[in-house]
Structure formats: C-alpha cells, structure tokens
C-alpha cells in the first residue's frame, strides 16, 4: 500500500529525546512562527523554577528557554526547533542558593511579625536572563508556599499584560511555563512607550506601584513576608542608572541582584553606600547563564506584536475576544505627556515646561489604526484629567478598524459587552499587524 503524500507546509520534524544528567539543561529555541512541544518522559525536569508534569505536553511558539534537571530526565521534543542541545554548564545552583538566602529572610521576617521579608531587585544589561531569574525566584517562593509580589518595571515586554504597562502582580503559584504571568490578577498602569523615554511619567508610576505594594504588604502578612521581586529592563547606563536607583529607594529593596555586570555591581553597590539611608541594602552578583540568547530586534518586534495577539486570544488561542463598533463620540481619547514647547518659541529668558505628565486630549484620526488603547479605571471623564496619570487602567482594546466618515472605530475587546469605562488612553505602542 503507498504512503499518503505528506500535507503541504505540515511538520515532518520526528520526535526527538534528550537524556538530561543531573544538573544538566536542555536549551531549546523555537521559531515565532512555529510551534513545538516539550514533553518529560522520565524523571524531573523544570522550566524556569516551574517543576513539568511527567506524560503532559507543553506547546511552545517563538521561545527561547532551558528544561534544567535537578535529578536527570528523558525529555522529548516533537516539532520544529532552530536550536536544541544539552549543556552542563549552568548558574542553577547559584540561583537555589539565592532562592534559599531569601527564604531566610522571609522566615526571620516572619519570625519578627511586622517586618517585610526580601524586597529584590533583578538588574542588568539587555539579554543577561533578568526576566528568567525573576520567574526562577518566584516560582521556587511559590513552590516553598509563599506569595510575593512581581512587579515589572520593563516597559518593553510587558511580561505580566502588554507592551508599554508596568504592573504588578501577586504570584500565588509557580509561574505557568506556558502562559507565564497571564493567569495572574495584575495592577496595571499605562506608560505607552516602549523605553522609558518618559522620564517624569515613569518615575511617577513606579511611585504608584511602590505604594500599591506597600499598602498591599501592610494588609497582607503572608505577603510581606514573602517580599517582592522586581525585574528592570535592561538600560544600565546614565538615567537608566538613575531608574535603578529610584526603584531602590522606592520600593525599599534591600537585596539588588546584578547578573553578569561587575561595573553595575560596583556602582550600585557604592550608589546606596553612600546614599546615607538607614535601609541596608545588600548588592549580590550572579552569573549569566550561557543559554541566554540575545534577542535581535527583529525577534523582538514579532513577540512584541505576539504579546498584545495573545493578551486577546489566549497564548493557546482559546479566548474568544469580541470585536464591536463604537462612536468616536461617546469616548474622550487621552494620551499622557506632550511634546516640550521649543525654547525659540517662548518668551526670552522662560525656560520650557515639563510637560511628560501632562493629559492631552487626542482627537481621533486614522493614526489610532492598530493601536493599542488602555482602558482607564476612572468610569467616566474626571473633571481633572491629570488625575487620570495616576489612574491605573482596567485592560486594553486594539484598534482594528477607523471609520472617519462614521465616526467610528471597530475595536477588540477581550470580552463582550460595554467598557467599563469612556475614558481611552492612547498609547505609542501599535500592533503591527491585524487582530
Ligand atoms: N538557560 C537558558 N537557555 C536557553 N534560553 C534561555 C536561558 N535562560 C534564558 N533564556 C532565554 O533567553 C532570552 C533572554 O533572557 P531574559 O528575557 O531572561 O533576559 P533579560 O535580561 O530579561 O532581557 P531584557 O533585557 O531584554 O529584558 C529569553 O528568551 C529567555 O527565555
Ligand atoms: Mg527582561
């Protein structure tokens, strides 16, 4: 009997399977645009800190990440991958005793009752393993029975929503390999750029969340003592420094973790010795691992675009967002800082206002194609429209379609019905492509 002709653009990739020895990693790269799946047949394997079911198939699309074994495992790999190999060479270790030192502070924080356990902040250069450490750490506090607070300060990749928020989220589980911080209930506040060119905006949402956090830790015990984690984006140097050093004194950090960077360890470390504040701030270096895998632009840009897809559909595509049609008219578009007036255009001697935290109002056009709009949770317009800089957001539509003779824009919304609110904050960031 002939074989049936393979289907046109299928996957004839054969499964493959990794003996992992103890301590060893499986570091595995999977295309954006294509999928595979990791399946342990044997043994213990984990993904980021999050320990894998024995038998269950995970599904993976545009990934870069390493199944590392504590005890050794037979893990199989069916579909396309650009790279998959086994290595030896791994900073695990140092990232479970660093996982173990913070335990010790939760329990002594515990011990004293009001006293906040860790609060920790992860920074380094672009592509060290930042947002990997940062998912290690939660993941084993998770696993250990807490439930810190993960606040993502990386306006680039919006790990716990979209690009161009900061938010932050209680982590109550280990982190799912899968769907990462999506599952999670998360506080989030609209930025709207993808760098942290907005200064002034920036500094005055890591405020907000800074007293969020604190106001969560006073009412939540076991939350305070399982502390917070804070991941940064990868700008280390001049004001991305200052950034770092702002987030220090806000969120009161008492543990910087810097991977890979000797420099920033040193100028971190001599930033907060002399900054005279009582809080003592322990500054630890760790290794990157040799898996991290720069990411270029291009890649970015794809998982950028495929973030805000799967803030709708679901990252197993199985949300089902709706699209309706709303008038221009019943919304008051916003977007948050304007443009500083040139200095040639006023009066002699006057020098130009800040203006990064100023509400404008943005009359609509068919420049909101294919953005992405946060909802605010103010349910109608303020009568101060600054406020609404300090005003988290509830969600995000993406603008799929602008009708200018109608007046109208078809939007996805991740669920039916009304928004929830009348006020629209538009953001820089846009979806380059069709929703
Ligand atoms: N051990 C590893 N093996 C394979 N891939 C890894 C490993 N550790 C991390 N990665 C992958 O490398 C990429 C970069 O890591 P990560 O996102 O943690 O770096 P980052 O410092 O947060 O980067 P950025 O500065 O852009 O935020 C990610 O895609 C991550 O999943
Ligand atoms: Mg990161």
């Not at 329990?107 to 380094?124: D, F, K, Y």
């Amino acid at each position: 009997m002939e074989a049936d002709p393979p289907v046109l653009g299928a996957d004839t990739t054969p499964p493959r399977s990794f003996t992992l020895n103890a301590q060893h990693e499986l570091r595995v790269e999977i295309d954006n645009e294509k999928r595979a799946t990791i399946t342990v047949l044997s043994g213990t394997a984990e993904i980021f800190g999050t320990e894998l079911a024995v038998d269950r198939a995970y599904t993976f699309s545009g990934a870069k990440l390493a199944v590392f074994s504590w005890h050794g495992a037979t893990v199989q790999i069916a579909g396309p991958t650009e790279v998959a190999y086994v290595s030896k060479e791994t900073p695990m270790t140092s990232y479970v005793n660093t996982h173990a030192a913070l335990e010790q502070l939760r329990i002594a924080a515990e011990r004293m009752g009001s006293q906040s356990g860790p609060r920790v902040l992860i920074a380094g250069a672009g592509d060290v393993g930042k947002s990997s450490l940062c998912k290690i750490l939660l993941s084993y506090a998770a696993r250990s029975g807490r439930r810190p607070l993960y606040v993502d300060l990386d306006v680039g990749q919006g790990s716990i929503s979209v690009p161009g928020v900061m938010a932050t989220a209680l982590v109550e589980k280990p982190v799912d390999v899968e769907e990462g911080f999506s599952n999670h209930i998360p506080l989030l506040y609209h930025f709207g750029h993808l760098s942290p060119d907005n200064h002034s905006l920036y500094k005055s949402i890591m405020g907000r969340i800074a007293t969020a956090v604190t106001r969560r830790c006073q009412s939540d015990a076991h939350t305070r003592h399982s502390g917070v984690i804070i991941n940064t984006c990868g700008w280390i140097e001049g004001p991305g420094f200052q950034f770092i050093m702002s987030a220090i004194d806000l969120f009161q950090v008492d543990v910087v973790l810097t991977i890979d960077s000797e420099r920033l360890h040193h100028d971190i470390a001599t930033a907060v010795n002399s900054s005279g504040t009582n809080n003592q701030v322990a500054v630890v270096s760790l290794p990157k691992s040799g898996g991290v895998v720069s990411r270029p632009q291009v890649f970015r840009r794809k998982t950028r675009n495929e973030r805000v897809k799967q803030y709708f559909y679901g990252i197993k595509n199985d949300l089902f967002p709706s699209r309706t049609t709303i008038k221009l008219n019943d919304f008051v578009f916003v977007r948050i800082g304007a443009p500083p007036v040139p200095a040639s255009c006023l009066p002699l001697g006057e020098t130009p206002a800040n203006n990064e935290l100023k509400v404008i109002t943005v009359t609509p056009s068919t420049d909101l194609l294919y953005t992405v709009l946060s909802v605010s949770a103010s349910p109608q317009v303020p009568s101060n429209l600054q406020s609404l800089v300090d005003t988290n957001v509830l969600g995000f539509v993406f603008v799929a379609a602008v009708n200018m003779d109608k007046k109208e824009l078809t939007i996805l919304a991740p669920s039916i019905g009304r928004l929830p609110s009348n006020v629209l904050i538009v953001s820089a960031v846009k979806c380059e492509m069709q929703l």
